[in-house]
Structure formats: C-alpha cells, structure tokens
C-alpha cells in the first residue's frame, strides 16, 4: 500500500511541476553570422557580396535554425535580402550589441504579457540586423521589423538608430506572438491561403497587439483615409479567394496598382469592426476565428 501510495504522489507531483511550468523564454542574437560576413567581404577580390551573404550568412542561419520550421520557405527568402550597405549594417550591428541587454529585457517582457492572454509553451525570438535593402520600410516601421517564422519562432530586426524603436520592440513582439499562436492552433489544418486569409491575418495581429499597447502609433493600419479604403475594398473584393502570394504581397504592402500598406489598413479595420460587436473581448476566444467569420460580422460584410 505504501508503494502505490509513493507512486500515485509522485505521479501527481510530476503532473503538477508540469503544468505549473513556467514558459520557456529564448533570445537568440543571431549576429555573428553577419559580423563573419564583414570580415570575408574584407579579404574578398570578386567583389561578389550577394554570393558571400548567401553563403556566409543567409544558408547557415537557415540550416541551423528554421529548416523544421512552419514556414521555412518564406523564412528562407526572407533571410535572403542581401545587407550590401557594410557601413549600415555595421552601425545596427554596433547598435544591437549595446542595447543587448535592454533588448532581452524588452522582449522577455512582451512575451510574459502576450502569454497572459495567449498560451505557448515554448517562444524562440531571434535577433538580427535589418537588410539595408529596408531601409524606408524601417523607418516607417520605427526600428523594428517582425518575422513570424513558425509555431515557436519568431524573427526581429532591430535598428537601435531609429527613434521610437524602444516602444515598438513589445508591439512588434505582441504582433508575432498573434501569428506565432494561430499557426500552432491552426496551421496543420490549412488547405489554401488566401488574399482574405492574409488581410485577417495581420488584422488580428495589430488587433491584439494594440489591446496590449495601444499607446504605440502604427502607420500601416492608418495608412488609408476611408475614402481610399473603401475603393481598395471595391478593387480587391472580388479577388478575396485570390491565392496568389504575389499578388498577395501587391494588396498587402503597395505596389503601382495598390496603395502602400493597404491591405494592413484594411485588415485591421476588418478585424477591429468585426471584434468591436463580440462579446468574446479575450484573446483566446476570438483567435481562432476563420477569416470569412470575421469578414461575415465586420463593416465590410454587405459591401
């Protein structure tokens, strides 16, 4: 008796050390792989840096750490943006190793508040520096630009000289986290991805991320008068089953066709006119809600 009595406590003792876990919190600065690339380009004759960047940076990066990971291949073309300005890369260089401390701080503390509404077990955030291909991008985006690159994982590039970068760390993280969420609670059932797909998808993650901070001013979702939002949504409603990425990007990011950040503007307005009316005002209730469901119940539903 006393056996069985030893072995039912200790099987609840394990249960409960399980569950009263506290999540796993990882800040990996992935910048040495960058730093190499500056001192090869150095002893470089073919002047060919896009190939060094590919090898020395780009593939190695990859392979280490997002080849399991949901989208690998976004996360691959994405790391693919070569940083050919060296005396800007550089200077964020310089800036992420100074401010390495506050950064995790930053973080860990963003995800401790993400996962007061949202669960995860497990977070990875990498750190890197932002391709001097995206420089108005950055400024725009204040610093910061965020990656989701799977259930667990998620890529920031940090430009310390950017004003404003500090606030919008925690935002940018709280934005991720979203996606991070939704993909290990949705993301093996996908069958399509879809233009309207993609707009509720970076809606719900502004929507969240501006119930955790919504002091911090983000551009993109206020990109559009409602004048223009509303000739975007009569240009592109009729293409909402549309599953071509490319086009996809056009709405989402701007092109000579579409306005810049149109399809962040009219996500988010989407998502917030749709979970204004809910009475589910928790994260974890509305998360998971498919894209036509929010669609069905927003300003845009009879248009």
């Known amino acids: 008796m006393k056996t069985l009595i030893l072995i039912i406590t200790t099987f609840i003792l ?7 876990q506290e999540p796993s919190y990882d800040v ?12 090869e380009i150095k002893k470089d004759t073919t002047n060919n840096y896009k190939k060094l960047f590919l090898d020395i940076v780009r593939t190695p990066i990859f392979q280490r750490f997002f080849m399991q990971s949901e989208y690998a291949s976004f996360v691959y073309e994405d ?39 949202l669960k995860s077990d497990k977070v990875t955030i990498y750190v890197i520096p932002p391709s001097s291909e995206l420089k108005t991008m950055m400024g ?24 404003g970068w500090k606030k919008m760390l925690p935002y940018a993280i709280a934005h991720e986290y979203n996606h991070m969420y939704w993909t290990k609670e949705n993301f093996a059932k996908l069958t399509q991805w879809t233009l309207l797909d993609y707009l509720v998808f970076e809606g719900r993650g502004d929507y969240f991320a501006k119930l955790l901070y919504p002091k911090v001013n983000t551009p993109w979702t206020a990109s559009l008068t409602p004048e223009e939002k509303q000739k975007l949504w009569i240009d592109i409603q009729p293409h909402l089953d ?38 589910s005002t928790f994260p974890n209730a509305w998360v998971n809600y498919n894209s036509q469901k929010l669609l069905n119940s927003s300003d845009y539903k009879n248009e």
């Open 14 to 20: 394990g249960l409960l050390k399980t569950y009263s």
């Open 28 to 39: 990996v600065f992935a910048i040495s792989y960058y730093t190499q690339y500056i001192s």
């Open 79 to 117: 790391l693919a943006r070569p940083s050919l300005d060296i005396p800007h890369l550089k200077k964020t260089l310089v800036g992420i190793n100074s401010n390495k401390k506050e950064i995790e701080k930053i973080i860990k503390k963003a995800l401790n508040k993400c996962n007061q509404h």
């Open 140 to 163: 725009t985006m204040q610093g910061i630009l965020g990656f989701t690159a799977g259930s667990k994982q998620i890529i920031i590039s940090i430009d310390t000289s950017i004003e």
């Open 242 to 279: 549309n599953q071509d990425f490319s086009f996809q990007a056009e709405v989402m990011f701007g092109s000579q066709r579409f306005p810049a950040w149109g399809g962040y503007a009219l996500g988010y307005d989407i998502v917030q006119s749709s979970l204004s009316k809910d009475k």
